[in-house]
C-alpha cells in the first residue's frame, strides 16, 4: 500500500516472456510465450507523477519474443528493437494518448523482421491506439526497420487506430506490403458506425517486390460492402489518413491504394515506379488508386511505368488531382469513374501527363456534376487521344490544356534525370487559366502559383 508521506515511486514490470517450446503453426513457426508478465505501473497520488514516470518508461523488445501485449505500458513510454535479426513481431493494446503516445523505434541500428512469405504478417499492431512505429533512431540509417516477407509485410488492423508508420523497409511480402485496415466481421465492433480508423500517418517509407499493392489503406467496398455468413456488412470509414514521400516498386498490384477514406485524406509526394507487375486480377495493375468512398487530394506524386492506369480515381467526388507526373502509363494517364459518387466534382488540374498508350484522361464519370479538366500538359504519340469522354453524359469543363507529340517540347531542364523545372523558353510559361477558386498554392516543387493571374500549364511553375 502507497503511503503517501513518502515521496511516490514506480516500477515497472518487465515483460517476462518465455518459451511454450517449439510450437508449429500451419503458416510458420513462432515460439510464443507460456505466460506473459505485462508491465505494471505501481499507483500514485498524483497524475503529475503518473505523467512524469510514463515520459521515462521503456521497454526493450528481446529477440526471442513473438508478441508484446501492451495493456499496462503507459501512454508516453516508448518500446526499443534492439538491432538485428528477428522473427515476427506482434504489439498489441498499446494505449497511447493524442499528446503522449507510445513510440516503437530501433535501438543501435537496423532491425531486420524476416519470415517465410507463407506467414501472416512480419509486423503487426492489433487493438493499438496512439502509436508511433519509427526507424529513424540510429542516425545514418534511412530505414532502420527492415520488413522481409509475411504474407503481409507489415498491418495495423483489428481496430488499430491513430498511427504514425514511417522510415521502414518494407519487401518481398506474399500479398501487401503495409496495410492498415481492419476488415469488417460478424463482430459489430468492425463495422462502419462502430469504428471509425482515425489518423492514418505513413510516411518516408520504401515497399519493393512485394504480391499485391505496396500500400492498402482501408477497405476497397465502400458501397455495396461484403457478405459474410452474418450478412451484408460495410467496412469501417477511415478519417485523416495521410500518405506522403514514400517510394514504392516493382509491387505486384497498385503502389498505392486508398479506399474508404471518407475525409481529410491527402495523398502526396510519394514515387510510384513498376507497379502492377504480377497483378493478382484484372485492372489491378495502376499506379494510384483513389478507390471508393475516397475524398481528398492526391498531388505532387510522379507515377511511372504503370501497366494500367498512371492514377484511377473512383472516389467520392472531392477529389483533387494536380502537381502529378504521370509517365509511360500502358492505359490511361488519369482514369475517372463514378462508381459511389455523391459529391459534386472531380478536379484534375496542372498534372503532366507523358506517354500514356490509350489515352491522356480518360472520364467515365457520368454522374459526377462536373469534371474539371485544366492547365494539363498531355504529351500523346499521333493518333492517341488526349481527353476522352464516355459519353455525351459525362459533364466536362477542359481550359487551357497543353497538348504535344514529343516530350521535348515541353522545354524540361533535363527530362530524363526527372529534372522537371522548365527553361526560360517553354511554351507552357504564363499559358495557364487561373486556378486561384481552386485552392492550389503551388507547384510540384513548392514554388508558389500566381494567385489572380497566369500561371504555368502543366505541374511546374516556372518563376
Not at 247 to 255: I, K, L
Not at 314 to 334: A, Q, T
Request: with cysteine; aromatic share 10%.
Amino acid at each position: 500500500m502507497v503511503n503517501q508521506n513518502y515521496l511516490i515511486y514506480m516500477t515497472a514490470g518487465a515483460l517476462v516472456l518465455s518459451f511454450l517450446g517449439a510450437c508449429t503453426k500451419k503458416i510458420n513457426t513462432i515460439d510464443k510465450p507460456a505466460k506473459p508478465v505485462m508491465a505494471t505501473m505501481q499507483d500514485t497520488s498524483t497524475a503529475g507523477m503518473q505523467i512524469a514516470a510514463a515520459a521515462t518508461f521503456t521497454y526493450t523488445v528481446k529477440t526471442s519474443e513473438w508478441m508484446v501485449d501492451g495493456t499496462n505500458i503507459p501512454a508516453g513510454g516508448t518500446i526499443y528493437i534492439p538491432a538485428g535479426r528477428r522473427g515476427s513481431l506482434l504489439l498489441k493494446n498499446l494505449k497511447g494518448t493524442s499528446a503522449a503516445p507510445i513510440i516503437v523505434i530501433n535501438q543501435g541500428g537496423k532491425v531486420t523482421f524476416s519470415t517465410d512469405v507463407t506467414a501472416s504478417y512480419g509486423f503487426k499492431t492489433q487493438n493499438c491506439r496512439y502509436f508511433k512505429v519509427l526507424g529513424n533512431g540510429t542516425p545514418g540509417i534511412q530505414y532502420g526497420f527492415e520488413v522481409n516477407g509475411g504474407n503481409i509485410g507489415m498491418t495495423m488492423d483489428d481496430l488499430s487506430s491513430d498511427f504514425e508508420i514511417a522510415y521502414v523497409d518494407v519487401h518481398n511480402s506474399g500479398f501487401a506490403g503495409i496495410m492498415a485496415k481492419t476488415d469488417p466481421s460478424c463482430d459489430p465492433a468492425t463495422w462502419r458506425g462502430h469504428f471509425t480508423m482515425r489518423n492514418v500517418n505513413i510516411h518516408h517509407n520504401h515497399v519493393h517486390q512485394t504480391g499485391g499493392e505496396g500500400l492498402y489503406i482501408g477497405n476497397s467496398f465502400y458501397a455495396e460492402g461484403v457478405s459474410i455468413s452474418c450478412g451484408t456488412v460495410l467496412p469501417h470509414d477511415v478519417v485523416n489518413a495521410r500518405v506522403w514521400r514514400n517510394v514504392t516498386d516493382s509491387t505486384g498490384a497498385e503502389g498505392i491504394q486508398v479506399g474508404s477514406a471518407t475525409s481529410g485524406c491527402v495523398v502526396w509526394g510519394n514515387s510510384v515506379n513498376h507497379p502492377g507487375v504480377s497483378p493478382f486480377s484484372a485492372y489491378q495493375d495502376n499506379g494510384i488508386q483513389i478507390g471508393e468512398g475516397t475524398g481528398g487530394q492526391c498531388y505532387n506524386n510522379v507515377i511511372k511505368n504503370a501497366p494500367g492506369n498512371g492514377i484511377i480515381v473512383l472516389g467520392l467526388g472531392d477529389n483533387m488531382v494536380y502537381n502529378n507526373y504521370i509517365i509511360n502509363s500502358k492505359s490511361y494517364g488519369i482514369f475517372a469513374d463514378s462508381r459511389y459518387t455523391p459529391g459534386p466534382y472531380f478536379r484534375f488540374i496542372n498534372n503532366t501527363i507523358i506517354g500514356s498508350v490509350l489515352g491522356g484522361i480518360k472520364l467515365n464519370s457520368e454522374t459526377v456534376p462536373m469534371n474539371t479538366v485544366i492547365n494539363n500538359v498531355i504529351i500523346q504519340p499521333t493518333g492517341v487521344p488526349t481527353i476522352i469522354t464516355k459519353s455525351s453524359d459525362v459533364k466536362l469543363t477542359s481550359l487551357n490544356n497543353y497538348f504535344g507529340k514529343d516530350v521535348s517540347e515541353c522545354q524540361f531542364i533535363n527530362y530524363n534525370a526527372d529534372n522537371f523545372h522548365l527553361k526560360s523558353s517553354s511554351p507552357l510559361i504564363d499559358k495557364g487559366a487561373d486556378i486561384t477558386l481552386y485552392g492550389i498554392p503551388a507547384d510540384y516543387y513548392g514554388k508558389a502559383r500566381v494567385a489572380f493571374g497566369r500561371v504555368d500549364i502543366g505541374a511546374t511553375e516556372y518563376q
